[in-house]
C-alpha cells in the first residue's frame, strides 16, 4: 500500500456546468495513463478566497479559473506572471508545497499556438491584424500578438472608451477604431480576430461588415459554438485560411495539465473529439 496522493485538479467558475475543461482534462488523464481527477466546481464570488485556500490541503495541485473569477483570483494569489500581470486576469493557478498560489494566464499561449496550427503560412509581421473586442480575451489576444511582432493593431469595441483603455495599456501600436467604422479597415488586415462572443449560440450575430477581406487573410473566431460561426463562413467564402476557436481552449489548458500531472499532452484530432462529446 503506498501514501502517495492522488493529484486532483478542476475548474472554479460560476456557473461552471457548461465548462468542457473537464471532458478535456478527463481525456488526457485517460491516455496518458495518470492516476488523478479533474472536477468542476461552481464557487460563488464571496467563497473564493475561502475555497482556495482549502483545496490544497484536500490533495488539489491546482486549478483552471473561469468567468467571473479570472480577474478576482490575481487579488488572492501570492505569485504571479508577468504575462497574467499585463492581461489583468488569470486562467491557471498551481497550489506550491510551500502553500503559496502561482497565478498564471495561459490564454495567450492557446491563441497563438491555435493560430499557428489552424494558419501555419501565417506571418505576424506581414502586416496589421483587426482585433473585434476589448475585454479579457482581446488583451489576451493583443499581448500575444504584439509579442509575436506583428506590426500595428486595429482594435475595435462596441464601447470605445474600452478600447481606449487597452490602447493605453498597450501602446502605440494599437489604433482604435470607431466600431461603426471596423468595416472600413477590414481590407487592410492580413489577421482578423473576433473576441467578443457576438455570433455564439443564443447571442446576436457579429455584424461588423467582411465584404473587405482579402483571400490571402487569415480569420479566427474565438467562438466555438458554433464551429463554423458565421464569420468564418463568410471568411471562408472569400477564400480566407480559417480557424475556429475550439483549439484556443484546447491549447491553453497545455501548460497546467502539465504542471499538475507532470506529462505535456499532444493537442490531436481525439482531444477535439473529446472536448466535443
Sequence with gaps: MTNTRIPLAGVIGHPVAHSKSPRLHGHW?????????????????????TVLRTLPKAGFVGVNVTVPHKEAVMAIADQITDRATLIGAANTLIFREDGKIHADNTDGYGFMENLHSGAPDWDAKAGPALVLGAGGASRAVISALLEAGVPEIFLSNRTRVRADKLRDDFGKR??????????????????????????????????????????????????????????????????????????????????????????????????RAAALR
Design 29 to 49: 488523464l485517460k491516455t496518458y495513463g495518470i492516476a488523478g481527477h479533474y472536477v468542476p466546481m461552481d464557487v460563488a464570488p464571496q467563497d473564493l478566497e
Design 174 to 271: 494599437v489604433q482604435v477604431i470607431d466600431w461603426v467604422q471596423a468595416g472600413n479597415v477590414v481590407e487592410d488586415a492580413d489577421l482578423v480576430v473576433n473576441t467578443t462572443s457576438l455570433g455564439m449560440v443564443g447571442n446576436s450575430e457579429l455584424r461588423v461588415p467582411m465584404d473587405g477581406l482579402k483571400p490571402s487573410a487569415v480569420v479566427t473566431d474565438l467562438v466555438y459554438a458554433p464551429l463554423k460561426t458565421k464569420l468564418l463562413l463568410t471568411a471562408e467564402e472569400a477564400g480566407c485560411t480559417t480557424v475556429d476557436g475550439l483549439g484556443m481552449l484546447l491549447h491553453q489548458a497545455v501548460p497546467g495539465f502539465e504542471r499538475w500531472f507532470g506529462e505535456r499532452p499532444v493537442v490531436d484530432s481525439a482531444t
